[in-house]
């Protein structure tokens, strides 16, 4: 009704000048216009001002004396016209605090005596406070001083009233359209959807979260550099044997038997199964040779080389392990160059920390060829870690029992304006191939690197247990950017 | 890797020259150590007991902390370091350590009894003469001491080292395995005698020597050294006695190292009297013992014999991947304080004489390394394998294509080619004629253009599924062609993505939704309107949507794609009764 009024009033005139008086004018309420002006300012069919009006309304006490007539007045008309009334008697005939406002304005007035006795000091008065009352209910307008003396007696108070001024909108229509918030099937069976209007969308804000599936960003890693070394040349190693012996994660690879790295402070061994079942015997008694007493051009490390020790199972500490089945495989055979690489979980015994935890995952590649040389294993790996985004690399020397040359590769991080080290890497040692059987020209260099570093610093993530286990808030899983590694 | 914590002016002293840090990290680099840690002795002292800065007297020289490699004993120390050093820096030469010449009968004698071979059946010994002890130097013999039984000694099990003023005893020595009770000294920081199992009792509250323990506690003989006089000059591996302890007027010191393992004893003695044999009077000589088995066997420690190798140089230069010539490798070889010359004139192999100190080189590929260590591991030119790079731009479209699909949406594989009708007026669009390849024979009227965008196709696979099951939630990232006049034939391609929901509700909010989802996976953060370091989305007016029901993407400032409701015309056109929600992007904006 309001809303008809209000439309259809605007198509043949300019402007609603005030609310109040169109709302007087149709005989609305002017709330209902207040609320369909919104409404329609909303969808932009009109345009409103505020205005603001100051008014007086009665109090709940000046109400009562509207109806009533004022104290003052009250009191005079109960004492009698003539001769006088005790002041007990007169007060018993009034409420108490009428009586008390009632003698006080009387006497103001000096309408009254009063005493112990009270009588009339003049015989007729007027209720101007009652005829001013009525005046402010119906709206009409008091003089200053009127207003004063009503507000000082707490008979009125001001009020401010609101309305509109109104025209029209960008979007104006005598009629408003059906409002949609979606555009369904049944709109367009209908054919109704010419006449939808639409909420308008808040594109300030993102979309609700949707519903889908992710992949753990560990592992997205793990795929891009997986593809890089597809796209290198390398073939994956199966690295799916967490249990190793001794034999093959160290002693194989001319790791000393006293070696820091197989105390068990840093090597989980296994209470079961604790021994390996077989080892190639044959092999094993290079291995020993070597260690004990060299041979192939090494003085070996002359100590009593024990299989006891050998036979010890454990969680391997590298995928070297692997790598170095692999070779003992490929010796056996014809020689052909190979490439080999695996990303997989390896194990030490550390207590876990910002940077450290006691699995994690390692990376290793490694080039098994004829006449391969130092200035071949720098190549290869600035080819694999510009793939990663690190094209400046340099080398320190380091020691390794098993590598020799020994590199520790760094790369300058551009953020933190330093080299970084990045990995590790090295020629394998003679002691560690030639018993395996490979031709004396043959060499092999690798490299290894944690895939949770790289990994690191590419999400921003600076502790470990953030990105890797039980305690990963799955929110990271589920907001994480694809892995752009080797793509540039 | 053990670290050595040295006076940082000291070691410059040693070395000649003063270094800044960063030239300092740089030599320890190229070297192959690093400096860890630069610190202040009062800094560790403050820090291990707990202590705030108190201003107070504490020593507050600069101590450089440095890494070496575990298989370098002889660095381990300050003097070995700055050896290594000044040889590298080629300001120093090789020494060449000797055992001094005097007769056996001279000699002084250890005489090892049988049952030491029940718990530590080894022992080597020899003599410094005539040292010169000041305080740091002092410091440092017993810092040394320290590190070898950390490291090489392995926490004392296979070797510890015994060392003794020597003028407070007399030879011949006995190295013998008693039963403890029988054991009775005066040890080390004690005034009174403890017998052997009553000393075990009283180190175990001993936060310094109670680790230590468990190397003989089992053993019902207890490894001990006497004099003639029955002095006991040890307990190895635990302590020493007092009588003999050496002290800064120690002149001349008698060094035993007992063992499980005799090599790493052998190395370790080696180690300390090369090392302080340069304080010594006769500087770089090292006086004899001789070791007399229970057997009669004998054997004069310490062994500084060179140990010689003979390295063909195609061996080094073919490792390395360098053509060097031999006077070359030798020189290198020289710095790195391992002796070596042409073998033969105009050969090409290289004699190599391997110094006492040197006992990590077991293999000519030891050798290799320490001349590209001295070449320069940087200044080895690279050899690059073969190998392959893929394409960027497809490789993205990949992994985009696999998160989409991960949202749940159907990948689809449309035509390129389609008609004119199609890609213009069936999605209110005009033909300006300044985007689409036209082709010019035509076979059909299906074929008359190159797609300009994935719509058509995406909506004629909807259109042609009508009785699927809703929601249908497609994609598909492929190729259209627009005309440019920047390329060579007039039309270049680009890679777009498009995805489409059909259901029945439009589904908008779901596409809202990919669209954060595509960015977020980009790595690209939702910003504000303006703001050019993300994306973010406006309202857009394009015919083929619904009006105020579509929305421009905006990525680093630039318009990249276009999402919304499908104008119900053009689902018509299509004959499509259902409601749908279409979005397309250009990928190549992400590369």
Redesign the interface.
């Known amino acids: 009704m309001a809303e008809d009024a209000i439309l259809g009033y605007l198509a043949t005139h300019e402007e609603i000048p005030d609310s109040g008086q169109f709302a007087s004018q149709h005989g609305l309420h002017h709330n209902d216009v207040v609320n369909v002006i919104k409404s329609l300012h909303g969808f932009r069919y009109i345009d409103a001002q505020d205005i603001k009006r100051e008014s007086w309304v009665l109090t709940d006490e000046g109400k009562k004396y509207a109806a009533e007539g004022s104290p003052e007045v009250q009191l005079f008309l109960a004492i009698p016209s003539e001769g006088s009334i005790a002041k007990d008697e007169l007060q018993k005939k009034l409420d108490p605090s009428l009586f008390k406002i009632g003698c006080s304005q009387a006497g103001k007035n000096k309408w009254v005596d009063m005493g112990k006795q009270v009588s009339r000091k003049v015989q007729h008065v007027e209720d101007k406070v009652k005829d001013l009352l009525i005046r402010i209910q119906d709206g009409q307008t008091l003089g200053k001083e009127d207003i004063n003396s009503l507000r000082a007696r707490k008979l009125i108070v001001a009020q401010t009233w609101k309305g509109y001024s109104v025209s029209k909108g960008p979007n104006y229509a005598p009629k408003r359209k059906k409002v949609a918030t979606?555009?369904?099937?049944e709109?367009?069976?209908r054919g109704d959807?010419k006449e939808l209007e639409?909420k308008?969308?808040n594109?300030?804000a993102?979309?609700?979260?949707?519903?889908?599936?992710?992949?753990h960003p560990l592992l997205k890693v793990k795929q891009q550099l997986k593809?890089i070394f597809l796209?290198?040349?390398f073939e994956e190693m199966p690295t799916n044997n967490f249990v190793e012996s001794s034999f093959w994660n160290f002693d194989a690879l001319f790791q000393p038997q006293?070696h820091?790295a197989r105390d068990s402070h840093d090597t989980f061994f296994l209470e079961a199964p604790s021994t390996t079942r077989e080892l190639p015997e044959d092999y094993v008694q290079l291995v020993k040779r070597v260690h004990e007493s060299?041979g192939?051009?090494?003085?070996?490390?002359?100590?009593d080389w024990k299989r006891e020790e050998a036979n010890k199972n454990l969680l391997r500490t590298h995928t070297t392990a692997v790598s170095t089945r692999m070779l003992y495989t490929l010796a056996k055979q014809p020689f052909a160059p190979k490439?080999y690489f695996s990303i997989d979980r390896v194990f030490r015994n550390e207590s876990v920390d910002r940077t450290h935890l006691a699995e994690f995952h390692q990376i290793e590649g490694l080039?098994c060829d004829r006449?391969l040389?130092?200035?071949?294993l720098?190549?290869?790996l600035?080819?694999f870690f510009s793939r990663l985004g690190m094209s400046k690399l340099?080398?320190?020397?380091?020691?390794n029992?098993y590598t020799?040359?020994?590199?520790e590769i760094f790369s300058y991080h551009e953020g933190l304006k330093k080299w970084v080290e990045i990995g590790n890497s090295g020629?394998f040692?003679?002691?560690m191939l030639l018993p395996m059987g490979f031709p004396e020209d043959v060499?092999v260099i690798a490299w290894g690197l944690s895939l949770e570093r790289p990994t690191m610093i590419l999400y921003g993530i600076d502790n470990i247990r953030d990105l890797f286990g039980h305690k990963v808030d799955l929110s990271l899983i589920k907001?994480?950017?694809?892995?752009?590694l080797?793509?540039? | 890797m053990p670290t050595v914590s040295v006076a940082r002016d000291r070691l410059f002293a040693a070395l000649g020259r003063s270094y800044t840090q960063e030239e300092f990290e740089e030599l320890c680099f190229n070297f192959g150590i690093e400096l860890d840690d630069v610190t202040t002795e009062k800094a560790i002292i403050l820090k291990e007991r707990h202590l705030e800065d108190d201003n107070s007297s504490l020593d507050d020289e600069v101590i450089y902390k440095i890494e070496v490699p575990a298989n370098r004993y002889d660095l381990l120390c300050l003097e070995g370091l700055a050896q290594a050093l000044c040889i590298f820096n080629g300001h120093e030469k090789i020494p060449r350590y000797t055992v001094a010449n005097i007769s056996k009968e001279s000699m002084l004698k250890m005489q090892v009894k049988k049952e030491t071979s029940l718990i530590r059946p080894f022992v080597v010994c020899a003599v410094l003469r005539g040292i010169a002890f000041d305080e740091a130097r002092y410091n440092s013999f017993i810092d040394l001491q320290d590190k070898l039984h950390q490291n090489i000694c392995r926490k004392r099990t296979l070797v510890a080292i015994g060392t003794h003023d020597l003028d407070t005893l007399q030879g011949p020595f006995t190295y013998e395995a008693l039963p403890p009770p029988e054991i009775n000294f005066v040890p080390l920081k004690q005034v009174k005698h403890f017998r052997a199992d009553e000393l075990m009792e009283f180190y175990k509250s001993d936060l310094k020597l109670k680790k230590f323990l468990h190397i003989i506690e089992k053993s019902k003989v207890f490894p001990v050294i006497y004099d003639r006089n029955r002095t006991v000059l040890s307990l190895p591996p635990i302590i020493n006695g007092a009588h003999s302890a050496i002290t800064l007027k120690t002149k001349n010191v008698f060094i035993e190292c007992t063992a499980t393992d005799l090599t790493k004893a052998k190395i370790v003695l080696n180690t300390m009297v090369t090392t302080f044999s340069a304080y010594c009077e006769r500087k770089f000589e090292v006086e004899p013992v001789e070791v007399i088995s229970f057997d009669g066997n004998s054997s004069v420690y310490p062994d500084l014999s060179e140990y010689n190798m003979e390295v063909p140089l195609s061996y080094i230069t073919g490792s390395i991947g360098v053509p060097l010539e031999v006077d070359e490798v030798t020189s290198l070889l020289n710095r790195m304080q391992v002796h070596a010359e042409q073998a033969g004139l105009g050969g090409n192999n290289i004699n190599v004489s391997v110094p006492p100190t040197r006992s990590d080189i077991l293999h000519p590929c030891d050798v290799m390394e320490d001349v590209a260590i001295a070449y320069g591991y940087n200044n080895i030119p690279k050899r690059k394998l073969s190998s392959l790079k893929p394409l960027p731009l497809n490789q993205l479209s990949d992994l985009i294509r696999y998160e989409i699909a991960m949202n749940g949406f159907a990948e689809v594989l449309t035509w390129i080619l389609c008609s004119k009708k199609e890609n213009f007026e069936m999605l209110n669009r005009k033909d300006d004629k300044t985007t689409a390849v036209v082709i010019g024979n035509p076979r059909s009227s299906d074929f008359e253009v190159v797609r300009t965008s994935l719509m058509p196709g995406m909506l004629k696979t909807v259109g042609h599924n009508k009785d699927h099951p809703k929601p249908i939630k497609i994609f598909e990232v492929g190729d259209v062609v627009l005309l440019d006049e920047k390329k060579d034939v007039g039309a270049s391609n680009r890679r777009l993505l498009a995805a489409l929901y059909c259901g029945a509700n439009s589904g908008f909010e779901l596409i809202h939704s990919l669209v954060d989802k595509i960015m977020e996976v980009m790595g690209t953060p939702f910003v504000p309107v303006g703001n050019s370091a993300g994306y973010y989305i406006e309202l857009s007016d394009e015919p083929e949507f619904l009006s105020g029901r579509q929305a421009k993407i905006i990525y680093k400032g630039r318009r990249i794609g276009i999402f919304g409701i499908v104008h119900p015309e053009v689902l018509n056109n299509f004959d499509i009764p259902d409601p749908c929600t279409f979005l397309e992007l250009d990928i190549e904006n992400f590369l």
């Not at chain 1, 993102?206 to 992949?215: I, R, T």
């Not at chain 1, 340099?394 to 020691?399: G, N």
């Not at chain 1, 020799?404 to 590199?407: F, K």
């Not at chain 1, 907001?479 to 752009?484: F, Q, V, Y």
Request: hydrophobic share 25%; with cysteine; aromatic share 12%.
């Open positions: 979606d555009l369904t099937r709109n367009l069976q959807w639409f308008e969308y594109f300030n993102k979309g609700p979260p949707a519903e889908a599936g992710h992949l593809n796209q290198m040349g006293q820091p060299g192939y051009g090494s003085r070996g490390y002359m100590y490439r080039v006449g040389t130092l200035g071949d720098i190549g290869v600035n080819d340099r080398f320190k020397p380091a020691y029992p020799e040359p020994s590199m020629m040692r003679p002691e060499r907001r994480n950017p694809i892995c752009r080797g793509i540039n």
